[in-house]
């Protein structure tokens, strides 16, 4: 029978043998399958996964066995995971981490005192409500519940600053190694929405004449159609081709059908022989705009296909060369020779432009993080499209509450048996199945339906008005975090408690703030069990990937029939989804300090969820996944921030215990907290938030090696960004001639129509093998700032990565033009010892030690250096714990890696993509009868890149490649 109280203990019970039955198969699984599936379970050690880096692969002779990696990757250091997890995976452990840490911690502060005051001469409870709040029946113990959650919300405001404080230098330290710091995203300036005054050629190279280059977005969508159409014709030839060569290799393995191939004398390399022409591929083309059914031709699509690419890359190649002609839309790149200049730049628009002359000012945007289609908007066109956003997930959080308030009720639902009639014959259901229906179903239940939510905002997202991927990405953050907190924390709080007290609501409605008061702690009962779901068979699941297993293994093969599709299913690896992936944690979070006064129980749980998840997902980022686009970490001060939330419910709630149990001592005394709390929260957006994106200019002149200039250690430059916009508008404004003239860039000469005709041919082809280097662009810094120095500051430390005999020297052309470019030649190591690769834009120059997992090639972590005690005294002065030296030293060889772009590659570089767009080369299948060579030398005719190189069938007549795709390098960041 069913008993009137709580179902705590049946629901734990039945959810922990599940989820730990379900854990246990789950690993057996991965620990069986793991040796036999590395390209599923280890692609980072696969040398021939041709989309990773050498600084991103795992050498896995590093540990003994096969199950020894979680040993092997809690030995490393910090840098070690930067380089191999990227930055973003680096802080996301961290994240995982920190928190683990902090609940494991609050188990020692709280449970040697809230326990006993929770448990003796109570309400005489059962389960786990006997250990929570509900059970103190003296208002007077009360006040320790609230000077405990003084010192623990206290506790976890602190561990937000300092790990804010961290993150700044981190990020400024980042930004200064050689890497970022010549990358072109680092020296170019994105400013939207402008004002009809600023939206005119050479009003910026008036405001700001160090600009290198200066280039409006243009309105370019005829190209951009006829690039998208030629794109899709393509990639449909290539996929209609490999299907027909696929039918004539099969039908030429069939013995029985070789022999009426060729009766008659026809040819082997004609594709006719084994596919009429009736029986071809035929597409309608329309003459007008009618449906096709109404009107228009069929035609064969292999010819209408090559002759539509050829006549594409015609037009298409005629566009590219007067994009510049093109109107311009409402917003501009500034981009500069120097990361220097460029943050200049970016601290001074807001003063020298004014806020209401521009919408966005952005820095550190490659332009493939660019959504080309948004740069057109105007203030009002965007902030009606993120309103109209904001509005569908405002409606579907409201309505997605319905069938989670029902997985609440479930939760709790013997509590209903005796109210509602159909519910009677629960009565009569075992413990045992109770605790499925009341622990496990609602458990999953509420995963799935969080589970579907994250797609549906990341498209929300892209079309808010968004200008950058980063954007998007956070914006998912923000918004999927908010729904699991309404949802998954606050209507299943409510519904669960509501539901566990209805029925006595009813007999006694004078007593409903009591029940209410009393009932409420219960609730945590159900995340009890979800923290078991999410701590147990989820991070599990995650080790043993069962989606990338079954479609590697079996979807693969049926799916994937041309050899680019199974080039692209044996290279392409998963990537994380920072915007998915922190918001599944940070309700954790939540949920762990909004119930960690009222239900200290729950510390137990979370602490093991948090240790397994750290677990999984140390595995996978540096096993598994490979490398999202570059966030620089910015999803890290978002999450800290948002932990926030979790504190002001905490507080909330106890607020509301407080009241409804009439303990009015204890209620001013928290009231008094939650203004200290939402103080500190104040100054910690001040102090931070203007940080993240802009880098004090005496960090970077100190990195470069100038003596005279230190980083502001104690506010982390704060005070110097704020201050240079006003130093550079006074200096406009004092400035009699409106600043000074810059050298005329290929561009300019082009838009004036005066550069020679052989000049424009030639930049129309390409630029070869011209190399510029970033030494050159340096020439606006006084000498002793251009080297790259080893001293990062004045102090006895040396510089980030590498000793003063293992500099690197940025290469001119001339050292480097005579270098050969195939890949089967191995890596190429310039006199400097760096390790040279070609790239899409330019050449590649890495550090050979971050080519090795040596244990000495990765620095050492900041913190084991300072010792026990001085980290303990520490801990409470981030200036000491973190300083930028200290932290600048620790980054991983990887960051040593420098870029040299093509020559002008720069000025046409933040153009929409369709600019620079080439044609893309078919890839087919090599036959053994020379239908694939016959095709080839008739798409040649109509000008149709196309190759079966890299190629060949297997004996049972499958398509397989043997190297690279035609048009695949190696991207180089940007």
Known sequence: MAADTSSSTSAFVTTLIFNGVVAVIFLLLFWYLKPKNKRVYEPRTLTDIQTISEEERIDTLEYDDENSWLGFLLSRPHSFLIQHCSIDGYLFLRYIGIFAGLSFISCFILFPILLPVNITNGNHLEGFEVMSFANVRNKNRFYAHVFLSWII????????????????????????????????????????????????????????????????????????????????????????????????????????????????GKPKDDLSTYVPHNKRPKKWIKHWPLPTFLGGEKVDLLTYSTKQIGDLNDKIKEKQQDWQKSNHLNSVFLIFDTQLEAQRCFQSVPDILGFTNYGKCLIGCTPDDLNWDNLNLTKKARYMKRLTANSILTAMIIFWAIPVAVVGCISNVNFLVEKIHFLHFLNNVPNVIMGIITGLVPSLALSILMSLVAP??????????????????????????????????????????????????????????????????????????????????????????????????????????????????????????????????????????????????????????????????????????????DLKGRNYPRALFQVFVGIYLSEVCLLGLFIMAKAWGPLVLECFWIVVTALAHIYMKWRFLPLIDAIPLSAILNARGSKKHRYPQKDQGLKEVKGIGEDMKKLFEDDNHNGVLRPATKGDLRRADLLPEDELESDSEGCGDDISTLGDMEESLPKNDRKQSNVTDGSKYASTFVGSDEDFKKLHYADVKDMKKQQQSGPEVNPEGAVVGNADVGKIFSDPMAMTDDPNAFPDNILPSQGKFKRLANFFEPSKSYPFCKVRNRLPHSLNTTIQYNLDYAETAYTDPSVNSTSPIVWICRDPMGVSQRQIDEAHMDNVPITDEFTEYDEKGRAQFTFNPPDFIRKAKK
């Open 456 to 629: 549906f905002i990341k498209k929300i997202g892209e079309m808010s008005g968004d200008i950058t991927r980063q954007e998007t990405d956070q914006y998912c953050q923000k918004w999927y975090f908010a729904f699991q907190v309404l949802n998954t924390f606050i209507v299943t709080t409510l519904a669960s408690s509501a539901s566990s007290t209805v029925t006595a609501i009813i007999d006694e409605p004078g007593s409903a703030m009591t029940l209410l008061a009393n009932n409420l702690p219960k609730a945590s009962n159900f995340f009890i069990t979800y923290f078991l779901l999410q701590g147990l068979s989820m991070p599990t699941g995650q080790l043993l990937q069962v989606a990338n297993l079954i479609l590697s293994k079996f979807m693969g093969r049926i799916l994937d029939t041309t050899p680019r599709q199974k080039w692209n299913r044996y290279n392409t690896l998963s990537k994380p989804s920072m915007g998915v992936v922190y918001p599944t944690v940070e309700i954790l979070v939540c949920i762990m300090i909004s119930y960690i006064i009222i239900a200290p129980i729950l510390l137990v749980f979370s602490t093991m969820t948090f240790l397994f998840l750290y677990f999984a997902y140390l595995y996978n980022l540096n096993f598994v996944m490979g490398f999202s686009f």
């Open 153 to 264: 919300f206290g506790l976890f405001t602190y561990v937000i600053y300092r790990e804010l404080y961290f993150y700044i230098s981190l990020r400024h330290s980042l930004q200064t190694t050689p890497l970022y710091d010549g990358l072109l995203s680092s020296r170019t300036v994105v400013v939207t929405e402008l004002s009809d005054t600023y939206n005119q050629e050479g009003e910026f190279d008036r405001l700001f004449p160090n600009a290198a280059h200066i280039i409006f977005a243009r309105n370019l969508k005829e190209l951009q159609n006829m690039v998208k159409e030629r794109d899709e014709t393509a990639q449909n030839y290539e996929k209609t081709l490999n299907k027909l060569i696929n039918k004539c290799v099969k039908k030429q393995n069939s013995e029985k059908k070789r022999e009426k191939l060729y009766k008659d």
